[in-house]
């Protein structure tokens, strides 16, 4: 049996078990600072385990990791002891035989010397956008293999696919996924914002779960379910404001 992970997110821990130990799962969706707060729980509740983590991506990594301190993560530390580290990537070369090939095992060569078991790939999409089209599906089987000879646990954030082109690469890379879900904002009949959190796939599930949820500042921002803010507010006997989701 593949053993299960924590994810560092309540609801997910709870209703699912945490996630399968060295697969991918993907994270698709418009709110970038929901993902990224996802991203976040995931990987601390990983530092928090003794694991060595690696957050990628194309850009602003410096701003993403600063945004991060002012919510609470504190991954300073985990910096300077090395068991936390970031990488900026850029897509490899068009027109080059074997590029896409040769940049994976020369980032994939880095990623085994630095011992990581956790990776999140911040826009991921980025990776695969100067193959061509006829060319992704390859790419994506590519990529999916060299996930597995990382032996890392491994969450893609995707960005919301613009066009046909971009959804084909979506399902493409959830077709090699072990669980996707998807993000979308959404409003209650008060008029009140809150995130719904979609299962597209879920390997070794009967169901496909859905959560609505908020975020919710504290010591540390936390991704906190309907289910759980409402338990919350009949614990403090229904008083103070009404529970934030109806």
């Known amino acids: 049996m593949i053993p299960r992970i924590p994810t560092g997110i309540a609801f997910l821990d709870r209703d699912l078990g945490g996630f399968y130990r060295q697969r991918i799962y993907v994270l698709c969706g418009g709110d970038d600072s929901a993902k990224r707060i996802l991203a976040a729980h995931f990987l601390r509740a990983g530092l928090?385990?003794?694991?060595?983590?690696l957050w990628m991506a194309p850009e602003r990594m410096g701003d993403r990791l600063i945004a991060l301190g002012n919510a609470g993560f504190g991954f300073s530390d985990y910096?300077?002891?090395?068991?936390?580290?970031?990488?900026?990537?850029?897509?490899?070369?068009?027109?080059?035989?074997?590029s896409f090939q040769k940049e994976l095992d020369a980032?994939?060569?880095?990623?085994?010397?630095?011992?990581v078991e956790r990776l999140v790939i911040d826009s991921?999409?980025?990776?695969?956008?100067?193959?061509?089209?006829?060319?992704?599906?390859?790419c994506v089987s590519a990529f999916a293999r060299f996930c597995e000879k990382?032996?890392?646990s491994t969450l893609l954030l995707l960005d919301p696919p613009a066009g046909p082109q971009a959804n084909a690469l979506k399902d493409l890379l959830v077709a090699q996924a072990t669980g996707a879900f998807?993000?979308?904002?959404?409003?209650?009949d008060d008029e009140r914002n809150f995130l719904?959190?979609?299962?597209?796939?879920?390997?070794?599930?009967?169901?496909?779960?859905?959560?609505?949820?908020?975020?919710?500042?504290?010591?540390?921002?936390s991704l906190i379910s309907k289910e759980d803010l409402g338990k919350a507010w009949m614990r403090?006997?229904?008083r103070g404001a009404a529970p934030p989701l109806n």
Request: proline content about 4%; some cysteine.
């Open 48 to 53: 928090e385990t003794g694991e060595s983590c």
């Open 79 to 98: 910096l300077q002891s090395g068991t936390f580290t970031c990488a900026e990537y850029h897509a490899p070369r068009a027109g080059l035989a074997g």
């Open 107 to 115: 980032a994939g060569a880095d990623i085994v010397a630095r011992g």
């Open 124 to 138: 991921a999409q980025v990776l695969f956008a100067n193959e061509p089209k006829r060319d992704r599906p390859d």
């Open 150 to 152: 990382l032996h890392t």
């Open 182 to 188: 998807a993000l979308a904002e959404a409003q209650d």
């Open 196 to 221: 719904r959190m979609t299962t597209e796939k879920l390997i070794g599930q009967d169901a496909l779960p859905t959560w609505d949820f908020e975020i919710v500042a504290g010591n540390r921002i």
């Open 236 to 238: 403090a006997g229904g």
